[in-house]
């Protein structure tokens, strides 16, 4: 009989495509998707470690599941991603309705874990950090695809290099056969993952890569994340002669503060970020730039925390993730003193955010009357009778449902601009649009 699977999913795209990755490996072997965790035969918990609140929310979920294990003992409930990496013994002490744990390096793994029926736990396994799987993705249009796994660049909060591993590139061949199939099924765009994109090294560096990918025809590319440092004018050329590669980089900062910059070893300081903003916003016009920024960071005083709003205030970014910093156990900062009060940095993201909303919608409002292409994605999830779909530059615009269905390319006339998306109507199909 099939049985079924109910996967929890926490933190970045990463972990959002090791989900699919899992479902596509299960549906090979006789699972179906659960529509709730009532319905499941088997639940996986698939964490995130890069913030405590993450973590949090984890174990308050896998705490509740409990009371279902106690109705339906043949319940499977097993913990992936990076905190089952980091913490397998507190997850079986704190949880011991867990049956297995596994690394996000060992997905491979998961179909012989469940044969086996043992309480257990699997290490990272970076020789199995290239495997791939096919996954069984949540959109017909948009699909995401890991190029690299790990990092080598080991920032000072960050638990990344220690959960999921040091660097390894997939082959280009791979990455290439894999979107050629895409494509072949009538997927229209690609997001190219990675921990440090632009550090991707095997036959050939990332700007060859995205030569490779533009030969396959899609219609539009992009790729996430870019470490600032690894961003060179030759890759930003790439960006600017293909016609595939969409205006939208996400860049982090992290910090406006020089000396918070080397603290967090990020390897750049912020006259050469801001240089590299420069030659983005030269020679890929109309680019959008989004950012993270940490706010709080051991020994950030208020002269630091000023530097990183004359940043955002200089740079305009198109939008933003802020977070306080988060503690983490195994990272260098995790044993640096100087802790900034929990008040001080609720304050200080507040004041930044509302900075960056007014950014945000300026940056907005400029789109309003201009004509913009977007990939359409399906039904806005705010109003059920309007359609809501993309622009290149990664704007969410909506449109009234004229029939248009997820996967067609549609030019609209925006007449709204509002903090979090753009409204438009359908414009006349022969239109050139004059924004991204
Ligand atoms: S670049 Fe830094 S922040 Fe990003 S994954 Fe690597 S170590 Fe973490």
């Known amino acids: 009989m099939e049985k079924s699977v109910y996967i929890y999913t926490y933190g970045c795209q990463m972990n959002?495509?090791?989900?699919?990755?899992?479902i596509g490996l299960l549906s090979e072997n006789g699972y179906k998707e659960a529509g709730t965790p009532a319905e499941a035969d088997?639940?996986?918990?698939n964490t995130c470690a890069i913030r405590e609140k993450a973590e949090q929310k984890f174990y308050s979920q896998l705490g509740r599941i409990k009371t279902l294990k106690k109705k339906k003992k043949d319940l499977v409930i097993a913990v992936a991603g990076c905190v089952a990496q980091e913490m397998q013994k507190k997850v079986f002490t704190r949880a011991p309705h867990v049956d297995f744990i596994f690394g996000p390096q060992n997905i491979g793994l998961l179909p012989d874990l469940l044969k086996r029926g043992q309480k257990m736990s699997v290490d990272i396994n970076p020789?199995?950090?290239g495997e791939e799987f096919t996954a069984e993705r949540g959109s017909r249009t948009r699909a995401w695809v890991s190029i690299m796994y790990g990092c080598n660049n080991f920032c000072s909060y960050c638990i990344v290099p220690y959960t999921r591993g040091r660097e390894v590139s997939r082959p280009p061949s791979s990455i290439v056969a894999e979107i050629r199939d895409l494509k072949a099924r009538g997927?229209?765009?690609?997001?190219?993952?990675g921990q440090n994109v632009n550090s991707?090294?095997?036959?050939?560096?990332?700007?060859?890569?995205?030569?490779?990918?533009?030969?396959?025809?899609l219609d539009r590319v992009r790729f996430v994340t870019s470490h600032p440092r690894d961003l060179t004018a030759d890759l930003v050329d790439a960006i600017a002669e293909l016609p595939c590669l969409c205006e939208h980089i996400h860049?982090?900062?992290?910090?406006?503060?020089?000396?918070?910059?080397?603290a967090m070893n990020r390897g750049y300081d912020y006259a050469d970020y801001r240089k590299k903003i420069d030659m983005l916003r030269e020679r890929v016009p109309g680019i959008a730039i989004t950012s993270d920024i940490i706010v709080g960071f051991p020994g950030e005083s208020d002269e630091d925390y000023l530097e990183t709003l004359h940043?955002?205030?200089?740079?305009?970014?198109?939008?933003?993730?802020?977070?306080?910093?988060?503690?983490?156990?195994?990272?260098?900062?995790?044993?640096?003193?100087?802790?900034?009060?929990?008040?001080?940095?609720?304050?200080?993201?507040?004041?930044?955010?509302?900075?960056q909303d007014e950014m945000t919608l300026k940056k907005n409002l400029a789109y309003e009357n201009g004509i913009v292409e977007i990939l359409v994605e399906g039904r806005s999830e705010t109003d059920e009778g309007r359609l809501c779909g993309r622009t290149r530059s990664n704007k969410i615009v909506t449109i009234q449902d004229n029939g248009d269905t997820e996967g067609d390319l549609v030019k609209v006339l925006i007449m709204k601009a509002r903090m979090h998306s753009l409204e438009g109507i359908r414009t006349d199909k022969q239109a050139q649009a004059t924004r991204f």
């Open 251 to 262: 860049l982090p900062l992290q910090s406006g503060s020089d000396r918070i910059l080397r």
């Open 200 to 217: 991707y090294r095997s036959d050939t560096d990332f700007k060859g890569l995205l030569r490779l990918v533009a030969s396959v025809g």
């Open 311 to 355: 940043a955002l205030e200089s740079i305009q970014y198109d939008g933003l993730f802020a977070f306080k910093y988060s503690k983490r156990r195994g990272t260098k900062a995790y044993s640096l003193e100087d802790q900034v009060p929990e008040i001080v940095k609720t304050t200080r993201l507040n004041r930044l955010l509302k900075l």
């Open 16 to 22: 959002v495509h090791d989900s699919e990755k899992m």
């Open 42 to 45: 088997l639940i996986i918990f």
């Open 187 to 193: 997927y229209r765009e690609v997001t190219l993952l």
């Open 127 to 129: 020789a199995l950090a």
